[in-house]
Every structure is written in structure tokens, then in C-alpha cells.
């Protein structure tokens, strides 16, 4: 069985909600980017204490170390993909050379902790 992993939340803020909402968009928009922004930060933490333990996978592969069942593996790697290039534009970890993924067969992207 996959293990289960204890989360830590990063200081470093992946974006701001004004960031994330544009200065033309509606306030509605800001207000959005207000509400899900702890939720991203949280994500981010999420995916960056995993790269941080399982340093140089793929994102499947990393998805597989955090899903508690076979049905979130594919949400997992979803997160990672959308998460861990934020955490490399703020430093916190690096995308690696490709190579042959050991779960999908395909070349994939690896990601390094800093």
C-alpha cells in the first residue's frame, strides 16, 4: 500500500491573490483569488514536502507515494503538475532533465528539491 504522507504548509507564497487576479478583471475576480488562496498555498506546501522527500520523480511518480487509494493517483499528479512549476518560479525546487517515467513508460519532467 502507498504510504500516507504528513503535510507541511511552505512560507514562501506561491502567488498573491492579486496576482492571480488581474487588475482589469471584476472585483468578483479578486474576491475568487481572495477565497482560493489559502487553498493554493496549501496545495503548494503539499506538493513542495513531497518533492522534498521523494527528490528527482516524475510527477506520476510522486503521485503514487502521496494517493492513499489507486482512485487519486491521477488527482495527485494533476496537483503536482500545476503546483511544483509555481514552487521553481519561486526557487523552492527544480525541474530536472527528462526521462523514461517507471509507472507510465513515457518521458517525463523529474523534480528536484533546492
Known amino acids: 500500500m502507498i504510504e500516507q504522507l504528513d503535510f507541511l504548509q511552505t512560507s514562501a507564497p506561491l502567488a498573491t491573490p492579486r496576482q492571480r487576479a488581474h487588475r482589469?478583471?471584476?472585483?468578483?475576480?479578486?474576491?475568487?483569488a481572495t477565497k482560493f488562496h489559502a487553498k493554493i498555498e496549501s496545495q503548494g506546501g503539499q506538493v513542495?514536502?513531497?518533492?522534498?522527500?521523494?527528490?528527482?520523480?516524475?510527477?506520476?511518480?510522486?503521485?503514487?507515494?502521496?494517493?492513499?487509494?489507486?482512485?487519486?493517483?491521477?488527482?495527485?499528479?494533476?496537483?503536482?503538475?500545476?503546483?511544483?512549476?509555481?514552487?521553481?518560479?519561486?526557487?523552492?525546487?527544480?525541474?530536472?532533465?527528462?526521462?523514461?517515467?517507471?509507472?507510465?513508460g513515457t518521458e517525463q519532467a523529474t523534480w528536484w528539491s533546492v
Open 24 to 32: 482589469r478583471d471584476a472585483s468578483t475576480s479578486l474576491k475568487a
Open 48 to 104: 513542495l514536502q513531497l518533492i522534498q522527500r521523494y527528490s528527482g520523480r516524475t510527477a506520476y511518480e510522486l503521485a503514487l507515494k502521496a494517493a492513499v487509494t489507486e482512485a487519486k493517483i491521477e488527482w495527485w499528479r494533476s496537483l503536482i503538475c500545476k503546483r511544483a512549476p509555481e514552487l521553481a518560479t519561486k526557487g523552492l525546487v527544480r525541474r530536472g532533465a527528462a526521462r523514461v517515467c517507471e509507472f507510465k
